[in-house]
């Protein structure tokens, strides 16, 4: 299995569940870097060092160990406005962002878009929109989805934004199943695809094996990496 993962110049390295660290010339990004208590997860919060963290909705699992590492790095958590106020109100600082416009940032652009999902933050307030972010470093366009049901916004993104590789929730019970996670993809018109969210909360085991072989059965030409943290 895959430990780091190299596309388009970005180092992608997998924190297990949907956490990611990607590396591009220098600049660490953390996306919902879920570790104290993940399953997954081989790494501390304590050890990670970044200079920008991402979440794509406010869910635990996915805001996960951001407090405690934005603390620690000095550094800023870029999410959606309920979920920033949420960080800030833990201790964090945290900037809220709109969904479907760009944001910029010194490696690269990161654009919101909206996912099928919703629920509550860890306090029991609603959060009113859950996301999954394109990370657009110009050399190429990442496109982690976050918690989501299948839903037209892929075809969209295909169409504006052209994502080479997502990082695609396959787990059911909460998301997409593999059945859809392997429609998405073919509708998303992505290179590669590296299965997330298999590990909790989903309905019994479920095995990425089977998601890279549904996608081989389809012939989709889709590289799909199963990655190990
Ligand atoms: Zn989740």
Request: charged fraction near 20%.
């Amino acid at each position: 299995m895959t430990k780091i993962l190299n596309r388009g110049g970005v180092d992608i390295t997998f924190l297990g569940h949907s956490g990611f660290i990607f590396e591009k010339d220098g600049h660490k990004i953390a996306v919902d870097p879920f570790l104290t208590n993940a399953p997954m997860a081989t790494r501390k919060a304590e050890d990670i060092i970044v200079d920008d963290i991402l979440v794509t909705h406010g869910h635990a699992d996915h805001i996960g160990d951001s407090i405690s590492i934005a603390q620690k790095n000095d550094i800023t958590i870029t999410t959606t406005f309920e979920v920033a106020r949420y960080c800030q109100s833990q201790g964090a600082k945290a900037f809220g962002v709109p969904v479907g416009v760009e944001q910029l940032f010194s490696w690269g652009k990161a654009i919101f878009r909206p996912a099928v999902h919703c629920g509550l933050l860890p306090d029991n307030t609603p959060f009113n929109i859950a996301t999954g972010i394109i990370f657009d470093f110009g050399s190429i366009k990442i496109y982690h989805m976050g918690d989501t049901a299948i839903n037209l916004d892929f075809k969209l993104v295909k169409e504006i934004y052209k994502p080479d590789m997502a990082l695609i929730p396959i787990g059911g019970r909460v998301n997409m199943d593999i059945e859809q996670a392997a429609l998405a993809a073919e509708w998303l018109g992505v290179k590669t695809v590296v299965p997330i969210h298999y590990d909790l909360f989903t309905q019994g085991p479920v095995n990425p094996q089977d998601f890279q072989k549904r996608l081989a059965e389809k012939n989709s030409g889709i590289e799909c990496v199963i990655m190990e943290p």
